[in-house]
């Protein structure tokens, strides 16, 4: 007998066990009822199944706006919230375009057993370029954005460059004044100032502006990981605004993923069926049900 799962969901997995067992597997009888019927829903590929999903789910929560809450409220007593929802998937790369769909929505989400695109070192060193730009005087953002390769001084300059904002504290020193300190620092602090004095003029434009130089400048073209952070500054009016909602909507997430602590409530989990194992959800969305996937075939 089977004491956690429907009926149904009993007899589905047990009709796909079937094929890649014994001829002739012992039934398994659940002790849970019925329960509400499977859904299949088909899709052209990978990109639509994201959409399909995350309509789904806004669809059931009531929509992602006020407005759309107050419609669905009127319609139904049925609500949910979205940490509800599980939707597993078996490799990274289904739920890569699954975090973009997510994004485009605006929906939250935590990405669980992954890496999400924020961890992409394209990615942390632009946004780390753009937080020191915003806030010159912060010496955390200054330490930052000195790991960046093009302006990262040698083990022994950079030591000095510490110690000299320890001293300094809490204020943060001059790039020039950095200079004057730490002459061993030269090379980098100058390449940062370069860099400083060409994309601060940038600030006034839209953040993909902004992000498109310096993907034509330092980076590369191909990485998915960066073109799922232009995808985000299209929705965003300034750079600050962009980083506001990376560190409120979606970074804070991916911390919570690697540190201990509580995870944040109210968010759809997106996650591997292998890190399912022991979870319950009263929704669950399983992504790439089709033959030669689920399971993989070699």
């Known amino acids: 007998s089977n004491y956690l799962f429907t009926q149904t969901i009993v007899q589905v997995a047990q009709a796909v066990i079937a094929r890649h067992s014994a001829p002739h597997p012992v039934p398994?009888?659940?002790?849970r009822g019925p329960g509400v019927p499977l859904q299949l829903c088909t899709a052209s590929s990978a990109l639509a199944e994201g959409i399909a999903v995350v309509r789904q789910i806004s669809h059931m929560v009531g929509g992602a706006d006020m407005t759309q809450a107050d419609q669905h409220r009127a319609r139904t007593d049925d609500t949910r919230s979205f940490s509800d929802f599980a939707v597993l998937v078996r490799t990274g790369q289904q739920a890569t375009a699954l975090e973009q769909c997510f994004l485009q929505e605006g929906l939250p989400y935590r990405l669980l057993g992954?890496?999400?695109f924020l961890a992409a070192p394209a990615v942390r060193q632009v946004l780390a370029f753009s937080r020191y730009l915003l806030q010159?005087?912060?010496t955390l953002r200054f330490l930052q954005v000195l790991d960046i390769g093009a302006f990262r001084p040698a083990k022994t300059a950079l030591r000095k460059l510490r110690q000299v904002l320890q001293q300094e504290a809490p204020a943060c020193p001059t790039l020039s004044a950095c200079l004057a300190a730490v002459p061993a620092a030269c090379a980098p602090l100058q390449a940062l100032t370069q860099a400083v004095a060409r994309y601060t003029p940038?600030?006034?434009e839209p953040p993909v502006t902004f992000l498109q130089r310096w993907q034509a400048e330092c980076g590369d073209s191909t990485d998915a990981e960066y073109l799922c952070l232009l995808r985000c500054a299209e929705r965003s009016l300034s750079l600050?605004?962009?980083?506001e909602m990376?560190?409120?909507?979606?970074?804070?997430?991916?911390e919570s993923t690697r540190v201990a602590g509580p995870l944040p409530p109210e968010a759809v989990t997106i996650m591997t069926m292998h890190a399912a194992k022991g979870l319950e959800f009263p929704v669950i969305f399983l992504c790439g049900a089709e033959e030669g996937f689920l399971p993989i075939q070699a």
């Open 246 to 254: 990376l560190l409120l909507g979606t970074e804070a997430d991916y």
């Open 202 to 204: 940038l600030l006034t």
């Open 114 to 116: 992954q890496t999400s």
């Open 28 to 31: 398994v009888q659940a002790r």
């Open 240 to 243: 600050a605004s962009l980083l």
């Open 136 to 138: 010159p005087a912060d």
